[in-house]
C-alpha cells in the first residue's frame, strides 16, 4: 500500500528551525516530483517548495525563498524541508505530495500533515 507520513512538526518560536521530513513506501520513490504544501486556518493550500526526482531542480515559494530548503535521498525514500528563521506566518499544516506522469498515467499520492505552529 501507498503511504506518505510526515513528521518534525511542533512548536517553535520566532526565528527558530525545524527539519520536516516525509517518508514514503509502496512506491517507486525515485520517479516522483515530490512537493511540500501548507494550508493555514481558514486560507487556501499554498505550494511551498518543490523538488525534481533527482534533486538536480527545486523551486520555492516567494514568501520562504532564502529561509527553507527542500531536499530528498532516493535511497532512504525520505523528502526533507529544513526551515530556518521561521515566522509566525509560517504556522500551518504541512503536507507532502508524491506526483509522477509515466507512459501518459498520472499518479499522485498525500500525506496526512504535520502541524507547524512558530509563536512566542
Known amino acids: 500500500q501507498v503511504q506518505l507520513v510526515e513528521s518534525g512538526g511542533g512548536l517553535v518560536q520566532p526565528g527558530g528551525s525545524l527539519r520536516l521530513s516525509c517518508a514514503a513506501s509502496?512506491?517507486?520513490?525515485?520517479?516522483?516530483?515530490m512537493t511540500w504544501y501548507r494550508q493555514a486556518p481558514g486560507k487556501e493550500r499554498e505550494l511551498v517548495a518543490r523538488i525534481s526526482t533527482t534533486g538536480g531542480t527545486t523551486d520555492y515559494a516567494d514568501a520562504v525563498k532564502g529561509r527553507f530548503t527542500i531536499s530528498r535521498d532516493n535511497v532512504k525514500k525520505t523528502m526533507y524541508l529544513q526551515m530556518n528563521s521561521l515566522k509566525p506566518e509560517d504556522t500551518a499544516v504541512y503536507c507532502c505530495n508524491a506526483l509522477s506522469f509515466k507512459f501518459g498515467i498520472r499518479r499522485d499520492y498525500w500525506g496526512q500533515g504535520t502541524q507547524v505552529t512558530v509563536s512566542s
Open positions: 509502496g512506491f517507486t520513490f525515485s520517479t516522483y516530483t
